[in-house]
């Protein structure tokens, strides 16, 4: 059974920084694409990045919004680590860890999810 584990996430200014993980089985990680959406309010949830790093292959990708202020990758940890710097309030959202094995960018490609944390923008 393929379990996600989100920590992370919080209040922050605008311009500021916050970092989220997800803790998975080294086989989720080298089995499936990781990724990360974001659902606000009475919004549909969102691709924001993900990663794929199987033996076969080894890739990332970032939603337009967000690339070159965040950054996916794995930790030491052996996370998934969504790194969020100049955050703005537009990216306030319940961000999710998703693990799937098609790696596309919309939420039915995603088998396995997490529970969710809040991250909040403050302007």
């Known amino acids: 059974q393929v379990q996600l584990l989100e920590s992370g996430g919080g209040l922050v200014q605008t311009g500021g920084s916050l970092r989220l993980s997800c803790a998975a089985s080294e086989y989720t990680f080298k089995t499936y694409t990781m990724a990360w959406f974001r659902q606000a309010p009475g919004k549909e949830r969102e691709f924001v990045a993900a990663?794929?790093?199987?033996?076969?292959?080894?890739?990332y990708t970032y939603t337009p919004s967000v690339k070159g202020r965040f950054t996916i990758f794995r930790d030491v940890a052996k996370r998934t680590v969504l790194q969020m710097n100049s955050l703005k309030p537009e990216d306030t959202a319940v961000y999710y860890c998703?693990?799937?094995?098609?790696?596309?960018?919309?939420?039915?490609?995603?088998?396995?999810w997490g529970q969710g944390t809040q991250v909040t923008v403050s302007s």
């Open positions: 998703a693990a799937g094995p098609l790696g596309g960018m919309v939420a039915r490609d995603y088998d396995y």
């Open positions: 990663m794929n790093m199987s033996e076969s292959s080894a890739w």
